[in-house]
Protein backbone atom coordinates (compact mmCIF):
# COMPACT_ATOMS: atom_id res chain seq x y z
CA UNK A 1 0.00 0.00 0.00
CA UNK A 2 2.56 2.16 0.78
CA UNK A 3 4.28 2.38 -2.71
CA UNK A 4 0.90 3.00 -4.30
CA UNK A 5 0.54 5.76 -1.95
CA UNK A 6 3.68 7.06 -2.76
CA UNK A 7 2.94 6.57 -6.69
CA UNK A 8 0.01 8.64 -6.80
CA UNK A 9 1.97 11.32 -4.94
CA UNK A 10 0.44 10.80 -1.72
CA UNK A 11 2.15 10.24 2.06
CA UNK A 12 1.78 7.24 3.34
CA UNK A 13 1.81 9.06 6.90
CA UNK A 14 -1.76 10.66 5.66
CA UNK A 15 -3.54 7.19 5.59
CA UNK A 16 -4.14 5.23 9.10
CA UNK A 17 -6.53 2.44 9.67
CA UNK A 18 -7.32 1.42 13.40
CA UNK A 19 -9.84 -1.84 14.08
CA UNK A 20 -12.18 0.05 16.73
CA UNK A 21 -15.26 -1.68 18.16
CA UNK A 22 -18.52 0.60 18.55
CA UNK A 23 -17.73 -0.34 22.33
CA UNK A 24 -14.58 1.60 22.64
CA UNK A 25 -15.64 5.19 22.70
CA UNK A 26 -12.43 6.05 24.77
CA UNK A 27 -9.64 4.41 22.28
CA UNK A 28 -11.80 6.40 19.17
CA UNK A 29 -11.18 9.40 20.95
CA UNK A 30 -7.38 8.52 21.52
CA UNK A 31 -6.78 7.52 17.54
CA UNK A 32 -8.71 10.35 16.52
CA UNK A 33 -6.14 12.51 18.19
CA UNK A 34 -3.03 10.97 17.46
CA UNK A 35 -4.04 10.75 14.32
CA UNK A 36 -4.88 14.38 13.79
CA UNK A 37 -1.69 15.44 15.32
CA UNK A 38 0.28 12.78 12.81
CA UNK A 39 -1.25 14.91 9.77
CA UNK A 40 -1.07 18.26 11.44
CA UNK A 41 3.15 17.71 11.49
CA UNK A 42 2.94 16.89 7.82
CA UNK A 43 3.85 19.43 5.11
CA UNK A 44 0.53 20.69 3.54
CA UNK A 45 -0.88 18.14 0.75
CA UNK A 46 -0.43 19.57 -2.75
CA UNK A 47 -2.75 18.92 -5.67
CA UNK A 48 -2.30 15.61 -6.75
CA UNK A 49 -4.67 16.56 -10.17
CA UNK A 50 -3.60 14.68 -12.79
CA UNK A 51 -2.60 16.49 -16.32
CA UNK A 52 -1.48 15.62 -20.03
CA UNK A 53 1.92 15.33 -20.07
CA UNK A 54 3.40 17.63 -22.46
CA UNK A 55 4.21 16.77 -25.90
CA UNK A 56 7.88 18.83 -27.27
Do not use: C, Q
Amino acid sequence: MKNLLEHTGIAPGRLHFSWISSAESTKFVDVVKKITEEVKALEPALNYAKTEPKVN
